[in-house]
């Protein structure tokens, strides 16, 4: 337990939403970087009303471990706070894969979502072509049953006056209803890690219910992480490098038996 002391509640606040400084007013610049040369390519996707700064931590270690990584700027409230429909950005992350894969000549890549990105992940893999791009998907504290805690999304959000990706995050929502209604594809292996601890996306709206014959999907819990520390935390950080080099493992082994 984080003593109960001024710091110590920053502190606390600082794992579920981010640093104000280091996520919100950092601005979302991409930097541009040679790493569609290297062998496994990964897409990370930030939440709601968040920016792609969420992702430095794991972007030095993934490059450190000889990942590329990518990212992009996602748009919404300020130009980059991840507020637009969740079908509108797997749309747009579908059109950005196919252009960079006719510029740089790769052909699939992984893709970490965190909370809302997880959404987006799912919805491009499901209904926009993802399915024939990616290797696999892992989430981190993404609601994919939908999170009671976007209600407070909702009302920053007008009360559903603007259209944005609030209502999406909601449980029973249309894009929540169309995710889980729709088989996620067996080729792909998709890993959902969770905590307990996350208090913006409760444990039991990120755990995901495979039915029966679904044996691509996977739970895997953490201990004592925040919302947003999880895309920081060194032990989430272990859990996902060794899920990707499980599925590069597997497609490598696929390629070379078919070629």
Known sequence: MRRLTPWGMVEAVRDQLGSIRGVYLAGNKIKRREDFQRPELVLLLHGFFQTRNIWEVMEDRLRFDGFGVISFNLGGLGGQLNTDPVDTLAQRISDKIENLSARHGFSRLHIIGHSKGGLIARHYVQNHGGDRRVKSVITLGTPHHG?????????????????????????????????????????????????????????????????????????????????????????????????????????????????
Not at 180 to 209: G, Q
Not at 231 to 236: E, F, H, I, K, L
Not at 237 to 248: D, K, M, P, Q, W
Request: aromatic share 6%; glycine share 6%.
């Open 147 to 259: 999170t009671p805690t976007a209600v407070a999304g909702v009302a920053l959000m007008g009360m559903g006056l603007l259209r944005t990706s609030a209502g999406d995050l909601l449980p029973r929502s249309r894009v929540v209803r169309a995710i889980n209604r729709d088989s996620f594809p067996a080729h792909i292996p998709l890993t959902s890690i969770y905590s307990k601890e996350d208090l913006v996306c409760p444990y039991w709206c990120s755990i995901l219910r495979p039915r029966e014959g679904e044996t691509s999907l996977e739970n895997v819990q953490v201990r004592r992480v925040g919302h947003s520390q999880l895309t920081w935390d060194a032990g989430v950080y272990r859990a996902v490098r060794e899920r990707l080099e499980i599925a590069a493992a597997r497609w490598a082994a696929q390629e070379s038996s078919t070629s």
